[in-house]
């Protein structure tokens, strides 16, 4: 057990450096800050001058507290990404905090330049991802304490907790700003809304109930 260990440990951290590196290219400096205040725009964050980086642009607090699961999915990320930690800008790593209600869900998202890998701190969630067209396997499995799951990048995945106490769970992801497009937001709550014409020909749904799930997803007055 003691040779087995450190070469799973190994193991892992060639991953994700594997991960890194096909996700961000690599770095020609030891950091690269993202200046917030820079009107430029690029692929990614301008840096600000090395000299003027402090401790503070490599840190975060506030991921021991529970987020706010009042709403009406039961959960609820606290994202951890270049906006909340410019250092890591360049660095193709982030993450975030999971927090679920009692039948708490994650609704079906995708992450477009990003793989997910996910550990259980507390609870039970039931997690899958659903493969590309046109098999659209489910592939699913029940997690506990302790267990860790991967999403491979851009397919649509969920997070439910199916036990009866609170859970939390941490996600880490190969990119500095994964981005996440939640399914039923994106269509049904798009600006401006896409026809229900298209919609109720692609659902084969009736046009009243599209107009029903754009007014539930849509903007709020």
Not at 2 to 27: G, H, K, N, Q, R
Not at 41 to 65: I, R, S
Not at 93 to 117: K, Q, W, Y
Not at 203 to 221: H, S, T, V, W
Request: proline content about 7%.
């Amino acid at each position: 057990m003691e040779i087995v260990v450190p070469l799973i440990v190994l193991v892992l951290l060639s991953s994700v450096a594997s991960l890194t590196f096909a996700s961000d290219p690599d770095s020609l400096q030891d950091f690269c800050v993202a200046d917030k205040n820079s009107t430029v725009f690029v692929n990614g964050k301008v840096c600000k001058d090395p000299k003027l980086a402090t401790a503070d642009d490599f840190f975060v607090a506030g991921l021991d507290k529970p987020g706010n699961t009042s709403n009406p999915i039961g959960s609820s990320g606290t994202p951890v990404n270049v906006d909340q930690i410019p250092g890591l800008n360049t660095l193709g790593v982030s993450m975030v905090r999971l927090d679920f209600a009692p039948n708490g869900l994650i609704t079906p998202h995708t992450h477009p330049r990003a793989t997910e890998m996910v550990v259980v701190l507390e609870g039970t969630l039931l997690v899958g991802f659903v493969t590309s067209t046109p098999e659209n396997r489910l592939i699913s499995k029940v997690l506990n304490k302790g267990d860790v799951f991967v999403f491979p990048i851009g397919l649509i995945h969920f997070l439910w907790n199916t036990g009866k106490t609170n859970a939390v769970a941490f996600g880490a992801f190969n990119n500095q700003n994964p981005g996440i497009i939640v399914i039923a937001n994106s269509i049904f709550g798009s600006t401006p809304s896409i026809s229900d014409d298209v919609l109720s020909k692609a659902f084969e749904l009736d046009k009243k109930i599209i107009d029903y799930l754009q007014g539930q997803f849509g903007p709020k007055n």
